[in-house]
T-cell receptor
Framework: GAGVSQTPSNKVTEKGKYVELRCDPISGHTALYWYRQSLGQGPEFLIYFQGTGAADDSGLPNDRFFAVRPEGSVSTLKIQRTERGDSAVYLC?????????????FGEGSRLTVL | TQLLEQSPQFLSIQEGENLTVYCNSSSVFSSLQWYRQEPGEGPVLLVTVVTGGEVKKLKRLTFQFGDARKDSSLHITAAQPGDTGLYLCAGSSGTYKYIFGTGTRLKVLA
């Protein structure tokens, strides 16, 4: 597909479980972002990658959250010991990374529900 | 910490009315973007502004970047039901990191 793909689209888990959310960006995009969005709110920045490295992870709320992008393409957001407060839509976006005013292309998100 | 406050938070208007959405911060941004998001989808870019005082028009939408690059506005003329959605501003301080605003939920009634 030509757009940003996120899987799963919905994930229901129990408190304390481990969760992985996957993002497949637009081919050739070097910048990749993860945001978290609660209902009716603006997306909250978590982390962004330039290539394989995390250029800014200042938005990760605590050490239960971790993200990787080992080959500079697909990224995985990992959440350990999930809590009910982690319930939200997790959005992934990519951009060409050529200039900082570039457009962010978003996926449809992964809705996480922690029971 | 950079914060972008949007107002109003909610807006419900009749088709044909005009409206303005505001995006304000105490921080200076190098560039500011406006996105629209519909339920179940990711935000989609409407416009990018980079120069203080810049005005851009996109059909019935007019975007302005404040002279001091701390605020922005989005004006919609003759709103239509298709304009319904969550409007988001997003600012960058000259890096690839974009901070999003609190959002304005617009509903246009036919």
């Amino acid at each position: 597909g030509a757009g940003v793909s996120q899987t799963p689209s919905n994930k229901v888990t129990e408190k304390g479980k481990y969760v992985e959310l996957r993002c497949d960006p637009i081919s050739g995009h070097t910048a990749l972002y993860w945001y978290r969005q609660s209902l009716g709110q603006g997306p909250e920045f978590l982390i962004y990658f330039q290539g394989t490295g995390a250029a800014d992870d200042s938005g990760l709320p605590n050490d239960r959250f971790f993200a990787v992008r080992p080959e500079g393409s697909v990224s995985t957001l990992k959440i350990q010991r999930t809590e009910r407060g982690d319930s939200a839509v997790y959005l992934c976006a990519s951009s060409s990374g050529t200039y900082y005013t570039g457009e962010l292309f978003f996926g449809e998100g992964s809705r996480l529900t922690v029971l | 910490t950079q914060l972008l406050e949007q107002s109003p938070q909610f807006l419900s208007i009749q088709e044909g009315e005009n409206l303005t959405v505001y995006c304000n911060s105490s921080s200076v941004f190098s560039s500011l973007q406006w996105y629209r998001q519909e339920p179940g989808e990711g935000p989609v870019l409407l416009v990018t502004v980079v120069t203080g005082g810049e005005v851009k028009k996109l059909k019935r939408l007019t975007f302005q970047f404040g002279d001091a690059r701390k605020d922005s506005s989005l004006h919609i003329t003759a709103a239509q039901p298709g304009d319904t959605g969550l409007y988001l501003c997003a600012g960058s301080s000259g890096t690839y990191k974009y901070i999003f605003g609190t959002g304005t939920r617009l509903k246009v009634l036919a």
